[in-house]
Each structure stands twice: as structure tokens, then as C-alpha cells.
């Protein structure tokens, strides 16, 4: 597969991705998941004057598609908003998409790339957007002429998560 090509289609998985999960379509959204998914979102350590590092195994949230699958189960039960007076409303922005890797033997194409999402609660937009943004390592699985998400670490901008519950993949 050439370079255009290779990166043509990692880009427009990501970008589809963002897609489903923006319009809350998680059924579909499990079906881009490897059958052996994992998913981490790495937990930073901020030192005073240094940037912030992450511990090879210090995670804030670690999940599988099994998981995944019970958490998306649960937000279609009719008791899934009970907590919240309104559906969060989220939208995702993924840029600086780039190829890290790609291992033609394994058919596995590692992309990095940088996301920002836009939490907005409520109604009315009295309330400012809750804003998470971090950088993605992506492992995609190639399939025939399919894509799969094989596995992602995502390392956020913050030494804590800025939100009151992660119940939505960034």
C-alpha cells in the first residue's frame, strides 16, 4: 500500500469515527472496535516547572470491548440519564493526524493525532463547554478492506480529568 493511500485511510477512519461518536451512534461505533480491543486513557503526573509526564502504567481509565459494551448498554436503558437533567452533548475535533508506523506484515497502521472535545450539559447554553483535549496513539487493524480500532492510549492535556464522569470514548 503507498503512503497516500495508507494515510487516506487512517484519516478518514478517524474522521468517521469522530462522526458516529459525536452523533451518539455507539452501536455502530463498536463494530469499528477490534475483537481484542484495548482502550487507556493515561494518567499525567505534573511536577511544578516540568511538563507533564505519564507513568508507563499509571492509568485513569482502562477498558476493553466488553466493557464498552456494557457502558453503551447501560446509556440506552431507560435509566442511562437518570443523573443528568439533559443528555450531554458532545462534539469531537481530531486534527494533526499523522502516521506513526505502519507494519505491513502485521497490517497494523500506529497513527497519532490530537483531539479536543466539547462536553456541553443542559438546555441552555448558560454553562461554558467543558473542554478535554490530549493526544491519541491509535493502533488500526487492517482487515480485508476494512479498518479496526485495535487499540488507543490517549494522554490528556490535564493531571486530572476535567469532567465529572468518563463514561464516553475520547
Do not use: C
Not at 49 to 64: C, H, R, V, Y
Request: hydrophobic fraction near 40%.
Amino acid at each position: 500500500m503507498n503512503p497516500i493511500e495508507l494515510f487516506y485511510k487512517a484519516y478518514n477512519f478517524e474522521i468517521m469515527e469522530a462522526e458516529i461518536l459525536d452523533e451518539e451512534n455507539y452501536d455502530s461505533w463498536l463494530k469499528l472496535l477490534d475483537e481484542d480491543f484495548e482502550y487507556v486513557v493515561a494518567l499525567g503526573n505534573f511536577i511544578q516547572g516540568k511538563k507533564l509526564s505519564f507513568e508507563k502504567n499509571s492509568q485513569l481509565f482502562k477498558a476493553d470491548k466488553n466493557k464498552w459494551r456494557v457502558f453503551i448498554d447501560r446509556l440506552k436503558s431507560d435509566y442511562g440519564w437518570a443523573y443528568q437533567y439533559s443528555q450531554t452533548r458532545l462534539r469531537r475535533i481530531v486534527s494533526n493526524i499523522r502516521i506513526a508506523d505502519f507494519s505491513e506484515d502485521k497490517k497494523i497502521i500506529n497513527v497519532n493525532n490530537n483531539i479536543i472535545v466539547l462536553r456541553i450539559n443542559g438546555e441552555e447554553q448558560v454553562q461554558q463547554p467543558i473542554i478535554i483535549s490530549g493526544k491519541r496513539e491509535d493502533s488500526l487493524a487492517l482487515h480485508n478492506d476494512e479498518i479496526r480500532l485495535k487499540k488507543r492510549i490517549v494522554y490528556l492535556d490535564h493531571s486530572s480529568y476535567p469532567s465529572y464522569n468518563l463514561y464516553f470514548p475520547l
